[in-house]
Each structure stands twice: as structure tokens, then as C-alpha cells.
């Protein structure tokens, strides 16, 4: 069975400091991985990656996927109150179009 | 704003009730997604449909259906609703590019059934 897995569950930081978001996932035929962030509602798009080691990059977020291992970490560096969010990994399976959503890491950034 | 719409915002219904989520995708997508979100089952896909045809299913159960129209909106319609329905139902769209699969999920509705 399809699955991805998200880790940790939950990360409590202060200002300043920089996190990574861990997502692995097994699947058969991996097409693309992608990362959302959620505040209150509805998950928005941050990242697509497809290729094995190159690194998207937007302002203090980055990410980078790891085909072999089957892994992709976000980082978010000097980390904001209004990154506090839950962050989904999602993994689009080849010639189905859905996505298979991790349960989150819930990332709390305290002042 | 991603350009999704959904409505309504907000749904209290009684179990046994049968009620109708409805989504508007972006200007020129032709792909509309269903997703719930609950508590302890996280994000979970639901239905795709591209282009008013029904193109992939995920964990959608039987007393569940949904449909694209002619204008691309779709509707999600829930029938026979249990407690265990109670949670959040967004709706997602994508241009469906053969390379890429960028999805703009909507403001979702909340629905309790009481």
C-alpha cells in the first residue's frame, strides 16, 4: 500500500531558529513530490520536486528530494511566528493524479 | 487567494441528511479534486474528475458522489450522513500539464453532523 510518512509530528522552536521537516514515503511508481504549507484553512503550494538532488529554494524555504532513499526534507531557516503552520508532504503516484498526503508535522514558532 | 472557491463555508446537518459541497476551480483548469480532512485521518483524496469525466478515485465511499458540469464547477454530493462524517472538504484544482500536477485547493467547508 501506497504510504507517506512524516516526521516529527510536531516541532516547537523559538524565532531565529532553523528546522527540518522530514517526509519519506513508499510507493509504486513515484512521479512527484510535493510540499504544502497549512495555517487555518486550505494547504498552499510551496514546492513540486520530480528530480533526485536539486534543490528548489524560495526565500528562507528550501527543499530537496531523495529518489534513492525515498526521502525529502523542507528546511526553513531563521524561522518566523508566521511560519507556524502545519506542513503536508504529498507524493503524486504515476498515471493516477492523486496525491498521498502525509498527517503533517505541526510547526510552532514562539517569539 | 488561489483562486479555488467553495461553498458553503459552513454546514450543520443532522446524520441521515443529504447535502451538496460545491467548487468553482481556477480560471482554465479543466482538473477538480475532492479531499477530506479530519482529525485523526489527516488529508485523504476523495474523487478526481478532468474535463467533466470521472478520472480517479480514492477512499470515497459509496454513499458519496460527485460530478463535474459543463462549466468545470463540481459538486460533491454526501447522502445518509453519519457522525463520522463530520470534517473538512476542500476542493482542489490543477491545469493537469502532462510534466507537472500543481494543485490550488480552495478554502474548504466545514461540515458537522450532528
Known amino acids: 500500500e501506497d504510504k507517506v510518512v512524516q516526521s516529527p509530528l510536531s516541532l516547537v522552536v523559538h524565532e531565529g531558529d532553523t528546522v527540518t521537516l522530514n517526509c519519506s514515503y513508499e510507493v509504486t511508481n513515484f512521479r512527484s513530490l510535493l510540499w504544502y504549507k497549512q495555517e487555518k484553512k486550505a494547504p498552499t503550494f510551496l514546492f513540486m520536486l520530480?528530480?533526485?538532488?536539486i534543490e528548489k529554494k524560495s526565500g528562507r524555504l528550501s527543499s530537496i528530494l531523495d529518489k534513492k532513499e525515498l526521502f525529502s526534507i523542507l528546511n526553513i531557516t531563521a524561522t518566523q511566528t508566521g511560519d507556524s503552520a502545519v506542513y503536508l508532504c504529498a507524493v503524486e503516484v504515476d498515471n493516477t493524479d492523486k496525491l498521498i498526503f502525509g498527517t503533517g508535522t505541526r510547526l510552532q514558532v514562539f517569539p | 487567494d488561489s483562486g479555488v472557491t467553495q461553498t458553503p463555508k459552513h454546514l450543520i446537518t443532522a446524520t441521515g441528511q443529504r447535502v451538496t459541497l460545491r467548487c468553482s476551480p481556477r480560471?482554465?483548469?479543466?482538473?477538480v479534486y475532492w479531499y477530506q480532512q479530519s482529525l485523526d485521518q489527516g488529508l485523504q483524496f476523495l474523487i478526481q474528475y478532468y474535463n467533466g469525466e470521472e478520472r480517479a478515485k480514492g477512499n470515497i465511499l459509496e454513499r458519496f458522489s460527485a460530478q463535474q458540469f459543463p462549466d468545470l464547477h463540481s459538486e460533491l454530493n454526501l447522502s445518509s450522513l453519519e457522525l463520522g462524517d463530520s470534517a473538512l472538504y476542500f476542493c482542489?484544482?490543477?491545469?493537469?500539464?502532462?510534466?507537472?500536477?500543481?494543485?490550488?485547493f480552495g478554502p474548504g467547508t466545514r461540515l458537522t453532523v450532528l
Open positions: 520530480t528530480s533526485s538532488g
Open positions: 482542489a484544482s490543477s491545469a493537469r500539464d502532462w510534466v507537472y500536477n500543481e494543485q490550488f
Open positions: 480560471s482554465g483548469d479543466l482538473s
